[in-house]
């Protein structure tokens, strides 16, 4: 049976079978969106295209590359990446990263993420600016669900980074990255901040010396 499109709701979850969510998210006219599908829901988000949105999320991602460059640590980003375990879970988040030994774990030529196949990431990012109460909530839920090592929400609003460890199907906050060790989430924000004043490369020279008197 051909499953028919349930009427689309967005930035909202809606109850639906995982064929009814594929129809949805499948759908042409939706191709400047992302979806999650978690217990039995969907939500599907229009793709941000607003300054702030884009600021916040090159700035963290430029920490995040500037820190595991300086310390060495390998690792490969993912900018809005699909990963599916099919008939039960997909998520989209803005930002997602392979750490140490499974930085390469994601060969070329691979496109949505099977997760029946690969492994899932080892730290997630959520570029907060309209979908907090989400980030904080379903979705949280949803990378507890899956293990992720770590979940970073960035709060556009408040400029900051609200960051948790994953552990035994909860999480709970650090004020230190557990999966690139030794980067303090304070310093995130504070770049963050600086990032509404200042230019990236700006912003950039400033981290590289706040990473010079960080721990390995």
């Not at 969510?21 to 191709?31: D, G, K, M, S």
């Not at 699909?82 to 750490?99: A, H, I």
Request: with cysteine.
């Amino acid at each position: 049976m051909v499953a028919t499109s349930k009427q689309l709701v967005p930035n909202s979850w809606v109850s639906a079978t995982w064929d009814e969510y594929l129809t949805n998210i499948e759908n042409p006219a939706h191709t400047k969106t992302k979806g999650y599908y978690h217990n039995g829901k969907y939500r599907i988000e229009m793709t941000p295209i607003g300054n702030e949105h884009s600021q916040d999320h090159s700035i963290i991602n430029h920490a995040v590359y500037l820190y595991a460059t300086f310390k060495n640590i390998p690792l490969t980003g993912k900018d809005n990446c699909s990963y599916r375990q099919v008939n039960l879970k997909e998520f989209q988040p803005d930002l997602s990263y392979y750490v140490g030994n499974k930085a390469n774990a994601i060969p070329w030529g691979v496109g949505v993420v099977n997760l029946d196949e690969y492994p899932v990431p080892d730290l997630i990012i959520e570029i907060s600016n309209t979908s907090l109460a989400d980030d904080l909530g379903e979705k949280r839920l949803l990378y507890e669900d899956l293990e992720i090592a770590e979940y970073w929400v960035v709060d556009v609003q408040n400029v900051k980074v609200i960051a948790f460890a994953i552990k035994d199907g909860g999480s709970k906050r650090i004020a230190e990255s557990q999966v690139l060790t030794g980067l303090k989430i304070e310093t995130l924000t504070a770049a963050l901040q600086r990032s509404r004043n200042s230019n990236h490369t700006e912003v950039g020279s400033w981290l590289m010396q706040q990473f010079q008197g960080q721990s390995n």
